[in-house]
């Protein structure tokens, strides 16, 4: 599976971003499929996921009810919706992909997933 991931950008505080992350390879309908995003200086984090075993879509608590993880299995596309974005949600986001087989591992775990995009850098400006 390969994953590319675009729609960042630069934004003021209080604005809106739409991530897509497209894949290809192969249809990624079983999968279970992340956001994480990596500020400089931190280490990679986990934002959102969609877990398709058990039909539910997780988020960070820095995040919930500001950003909003969807899937279009017919498009083999994810996408992420973020709103009242803030300066300290600037980072490079990751979309990612793992085996419906690691559905045991929660979700927020990085090292569970097989597949990840390149990455598309997210600026929020006060």
């Known amino acids: 599976v390969q994953l590319q991931a675009s729609g960042g950008g630069l934004v003021q505080a209080g604005g809106s971003l739409r991530l897509s992350c497209a894949a290809s390879g192969r249809a990624i309908s079983s999968y279970d499929m992340g956001w994480f995003r990596q500020a400089p200086g931190k280490e990679r984090e986990f934002v959102a996921a969609?877990?398709?075993?058990?039909?539910?879509?997780y988020y960070a608590d820095s995040v919930k009810g500001r950003f909003t993880a969807s899937r279009d299995n017919a498009k083999n596309t994810v996408y992420l919706q973020m709103n009242s974005l803030k300066p300290e949600d600037t980072a490079v986001y990751h979309c990612?992909?793992?085996?419906?087989?690691?559905?045991?591992?929660?979700?927020?775990?990085?090292?569970?997933?097989?597949?990840w995009g390149q990455g598309t850098q997210v600026t929020v400006s006060s």
């Open positions: 969609h877990s398709w075993s058990a039909g539910s879509t």
């Open positions: 990612a992909a793992r085996s419906p087989l690691k559905s045991n591992v929660v979700v927020t775990t990085t090292g569970s997933y097989d597949y």
